[in-house]
């Protein structure tokens, strides 16, 4: 054995569809964020998620929907999870390291996308926990802002904790070279917390419905003339949320049918 091959680095296992790990924050004991290397055939609409995961400890793939949360042009890609202590893929996920192998199937899918929406001026995302990884993909594309006069970002947490993650990125829109000068004063951020003191506390559904998020921001409320919304959430947030909009007179919106607004179930393990 020569030496050169004594200090190569250690073999990396043969994953089918294998990208490499180049980063990964820790947010809270039940949050993490990781960026991997891109396919260079990969190929996604801001909104749309794709299969990710890893090794099964029987040697097949254990594989979860992740909404994408880097922007289309970004040359890595970026996700945002939580950690379940026994979910079968976050407990071992949450230990991945720059340098590791991960599985990404490189089919991007989803109804999350502005393509199934009809024009209109202001545009909701509405999103809990981490619902807001298919944001922060749409909020860093040049589309979005191009199509919206106004976007309002709500975002409702249980703790303080769990906003940085969107916070730093709303916080960091301004300053980004390519979407900056069209942000402008377009954003209205929302964030509330359901558990814990904060400067805006409610769940999304009841700054809705109480009108408090009207009144707050100083602007009308929802018009199915004006009004286009993307929610991203639990089920039953999910459910919730469709029902005030449906009464509201928006509608749901299809890739092939495009409406009102478009809904994405948020990853559970
Ligand atoms: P709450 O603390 O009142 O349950 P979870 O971690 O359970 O997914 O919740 C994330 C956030 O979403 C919490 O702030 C939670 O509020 C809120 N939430 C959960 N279910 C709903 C729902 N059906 N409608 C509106 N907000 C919800």
Same mark, same amino acid.
């Given at each position: ?76 890609? $970026? #996700?945002?999870?939580? &950690?379940?202590?026994?979910? =079968?893929? *976050?407990? /071992?996920? @949450?230990?991945? !390291?720059? %340098? ?80 900056? $000068? #069209?942000?402008?004063? &377009?954003?209205?951020?929302? =964030?509330? *917390?359901? /558990?814990? @003191?904060?400067? !805006?506390? %409610? ?67």
């Amino acid at each position: 054995m020569t030496e050169h091959s004594a200090i190569s680095p250690k073999p990396i296992p043969t994953l089918p569809d294998a990208q490499t790990v180049t980063s990964v924050t820790h947010y809270t004991d039940h949050l993490f964020a990781f960026r991997c290397t891109r396919p260079r055939s990969l190929r996604f609409r801001s909104g749309e998620f794709v299969m990710i995961g890893l090794l099964g400890e029987n040697g097949k793939p254990l594989l979860r929907a992740y909404s994408i949360a880097s922007p289309s042009w970004d040359e890595e890609l $970026e #996700f945002y999870s939580i &950690k379940v202590p026994d979910g =079968p893929l *976050t407990s /071992r996920l @949450q230990h991945i !390291q720059p %340098g590791d192998p991960i599985i990404l199937r490189p089919k991007p899918v989803g109804t999350l996308v502005l393509d199934a929406l009809l024009p209109g001026r202001r545009l909701w995302m509405l999103a809990t926990g981490t619902g807001i990884a298919p944001f922060a993909s749409l909020l860093r594309d040049p589309e979005t802002w191009e199509k919206f006069d106004q976007v309002i970002v709500m975002h409702t947490c249980r703790e303080v904790a769990e906003l940085p993650y969107g916070r730093d990125l709303i916080e960091a829109l301004p300053h980004d070279p390519l979407i900056g $000068e #069209f942000v402008g004063d &377009k954003l209205l951020y929302y =964030p509330t *917390t359901t /558990r814990e @003191q904060s400067a !805006q506390m %409610g769940r999304v559904t009841d700054n809705l419905s109480s009108g408090k998020v009207f009144a707050d921001l100083g602007i009308p409320p929802l018009d199915p003339v004006v009004d286009r919304a993307m929610v991203c959430g639990s089920l039953a947030f999910n459910l919730d949320i469709k029902k005030i909009l449906e009464e509201a007179g928006l509608h749901e919106g299809a890739n092939s049918a495009p409406a009102q607004y478009v809904v994405e179930k948020a990853f559970v393990d």
